[in-house]
């Protein structure tokens, strides 16, 4: 868990990169207009969406999945270390405890969402260091640390439960019967085929069910894909916008943990599904209803917290009633993943007429 928290972290630390060189002038040093720039978020989630159905079948099947998403994680680092160089536009748990450790691994992106703007405070200030602008460092230095700490962890991420370092066997043992015990039997990437897979994952209503939730979802959860460009519009220079856009992510954490925690003792899920959602509504009301600084910031506060405080039961719903077989789950949980970011693609083209964001916010 702490390799895949960190790992969350690294990915989020360079997503945060796109949002963060807006305010460091990638948009005018590339000469790239509003509609090229938002087109660049929308290539980024279309080839996520793209690949998560492949790449967690592969995942899946594979008889070393922690080297396989540590080479993905390497990959990652070094396409984020390589827009340094662009120059133009065309350049493992039980079901009750599934919402805690959801909650636990998305803090890791949380985390980095928020670490994602401090760090970026720090790198921009090598701006026009060995005549390399500042934004361009934001890429190559975030991207070399992903692709180092991928080599590591191709060494420390088990590939199967008997195989997490550091337990000892009777540990292991207890691991393995545990998730067996909770699931009624243990995981066979044999009992069916990939193909079966998917095709049972999509005659399950469960899947359209939660899937549709989610979606609703990550609508609103785009926004954090511009969040320090909406945290620009309080009027703050640069650096205190960038300083800004942390507390939001880091109070997100907290509010996962808690209720991933009490959905978990409870062991409940709509309830800790919806109270989020509502928080959000009355967050995006305030935004676009409003100029006032103060009020504007609170409604910036909640966002994250009502997007990521939903979204991590969510995940462990469909985790949890789509557990077995073992194909199937892997197969529900990227269609989600994949489907559920789609949002991320059209939703660019809304982030214009600050500092309302109405279209948006609507």
Not at 17 to 45: E, M, P, R, W
Not at 195 to 203: E, M, P, Y
Not at 294 to 304: D, I, K, N, Q, S
Not at 334 to 352: G, R
Request: proline share 4%; hydrophobic share 50%.
């Amino acid at each position: 868990m702490p390799a895949m928290i960190v790992m969350y972290f690294l990915n989020y630390l360079d997503r945060q990169n796109i949002a963060s060189a807006k305010l460091a002038n990638i948009t005018g040093d590339l000469h790239l207009t509003d509609v090229q720039y938002q087109t660049c978020i929308s290539l980024l989630f279309i080839g996520y969406i793209l690949m998560q159905i492949p790449s967690n079948m592969i995942a899946g099947k594979t008889s070393y999945p922690a080297i396989y998403i540590c080479c993905a994680m390497a990959a990652w680092g070094a396409v984020s270390a390589c827009t340094a160089a662009v120059q133009n536009f065309a350049g493992l748990v039980i079901r009750k405890q599934m919402a805690l450790r959801t909650a636990i691994l998305f803090s890791g992106s949380m985390v980095g969402s928020a670490f994602g703007g401090l760090f970026a405070i720090g790198i921009l200030t090598l701006d026009g260091h060995q005549g390399i602008a500042g934004w361009r460092w934001l890429f190559l230095v975030e991207g070399t640390v992903t692709v180092f700490v991928s080599l590591i962890f191709a060494f420390i991420m088990p590939n199967q439960l008997q195989g997490v370092k550091g337990f000892s066997k009777e540990e292991q043992a207890y691991l393995y019967w545990n998730f067996g015990n909770d699931q009624g039997q243990q995981d066979d990437k044999d009992e069916l085929s990939v193909t079966k897979g998917i095709v049972f994952a999509l005659k399950d209503p469960k899947l359209w069910l939660l899937l549709g939730i989610l979606y609703c979802t990550y609508i609103c959860a785009a926004s954090l894909n511009f969040f320090p460009s909406v945290v620009s519009t309080l009027g703050y220079s640069r650096n205190k916008t960038l300083a800004l856009t942390a507390p939001p992510s880091l109070l997100c954490v907290p509010v996962m943990l808690v209720n991933g925690t009490i959905s978990d003792r409870k062991r409940k899920r709509f309830v800790y599904v919806m109270w989020p959602l509502v928080m959000c509504l009355i967050s995006m009301i305030i935004a676009v209803s409003t100029l006032n600084v103060g009020a504007r910031y609170f409604a910036m506060m909640l966002m994250p917290s009502s997007f990521y405080g939903s979204a991590i039961v969510t995940f462990s719903w469909i985790t949890a009633a789509m557990s077995q077989p073992a194909t199937k789950r892997a197969s529900a949980i990227a269609i989600v993943n994949a489907l559920a970011n789609t949002p991320n693609v059209w939703t660019s083209y809304l982030y214009y007429a600050p500092p309302r964001y109405t279209l948006r916010s609507s």
